[in-house]
């Protein structure tokens, strides 16, 4: 109906994503922005309620103003956040105005009690919380281990038959400094459950966090490296404790440039922790395929 080929498929994301859902559920649409920091506040908010409500029959959205300006503009959003709640593809209330869990409650609350929404049973599970894994994860990526936990906590509560579920949690508890915590989710799982590549990424990014070290501790070996460059036990020591602590930019670094001057050194050991730290992470995390480039470049020029 006029729409050039980017608006189309705008459009059509936006079916997909939240008039679909919409049809029986109540679909918290959040317009958001990576610059908003009232945004950033109000996510965890949102989150939290979505997954609480969840088994009610609500889901939540989350829209990029940045990324999804033609949809935004047909809501005529002046400013971030707005959020709506939508059922059956047309918006029903403003929910803008509830900044805190009650607030945002109680309105969801009256508009359950007037709404034929469909409760989530057993067989929608699954569907309900894959934008809330995807929240998890995008929480991790960005560092915010605290907001992981707590997403991926709930998920558990919900859902403690989904294994990313799981993997997400052990991930999230070792970024925010709990491999305790992690182990003993994963001495949970049954043996035969830790075979499946969520929970096998999970268990080497917690066997890299076993090789960490106090903060003192960690600047020692950084002067150690830096004093002995051509130490590879001193180097390959600092690279574990480095990317445990969490700069692992500073591991890579160094496992690289030992895989540049020595690729044979200690059985390979620099380059297959690099595989290991790659694993931990995710082949498909953006930070992974630019260090794959580069060793790719070390080996094979």
């Not at 889901?59 to 005529?76: G, M, P, R, T, Y």
């Not at 593809?89 to 509830?98: E, I, W």
């Not at 998920?155 to 491999?179: T, W, Y």
């Not at 969520?198 to 002067?223: H, M, T």
Request: hydrophobic fraction near 50%; charge should be negative; include cysteine.
């Amino acid at each position: 109906m006029g729409l050039n080929l980017e608006e189309q498929k705008a459009v059509d994301r936006f079916r997909k994503n939240v008039v679909e859902p919409s049809r029986d559920k109540l679909v918290i649409l959040d317009f958001w922005a990576e610059w908003c920091g009232p945004c950033k506040a109000l996510t965890p908010v949102l989150e939290k309620v979505a997954a609480e409500y969840a088994d009610k029959g609500v889901i939540l959205a989350k829209l990029n103003v940045d990324e999804e300006q033609f949809i935004a503009s047909q809501f005529q959003v002046k400013s971030i956040p707005t959020v709506y709640a939508m059922f059956q593809g047309q918006p029903v209330a403003d929910l803008t105005s509830a900044r805190t869990e009650s607030q945002l409650k109680q309105m969801l609350d009256q508009l359950l009690a007037q709404l034929p929404v469909s409760a989530g049973g057993e067989a929608e599970a699954a569907p309900d919380i894959a934008p809330l894994i995807a929240m998890g994860e995008e929480a991790l990526a960005e560092g915010d281990g605290e907001r992981a936990v707590s997403i991926f906590g709930q998920l558990a509560q919900m859902a403690d038959e989904d294994l990313a579920v799981h993997s997400g949690l052990i991930r999230a508890l070792i970024a925010v400094g709990r491999p305790e915590d992690a182990q003993t989710v994963l001495s949970a799982l049954p043996e035969e459950l830790r075979k499946d590549p969520a929970i096998a990424k999970a268990a080497s990014a917690l066997a890299l966090a076993e090789s960490g070290v106090d903060a003192g501790e960690l600047q020692n070996l950084r002067a150690a490296a830096a004093e002995r460059p051509a130490d590879m036990e001193a180097q390959f020591a600092f690279a574990q404790a480095a990317f445990a602590a969490g700069a692992r930019d500073e591991a890579a670094d160094v496992l690289l440039h030992m895989v540049g001057t020595d690729p044979a050194w200690n059985e390979a050991a620099a380059r297959t922790k690099l595989l290991q730290i790659f694993e931990a992470v995710g082949m498909e995390d953006p930070w992974v395929s630019a260090q794959r480039r580069r060793l790719s470049l070390l080996l094979f020029g």
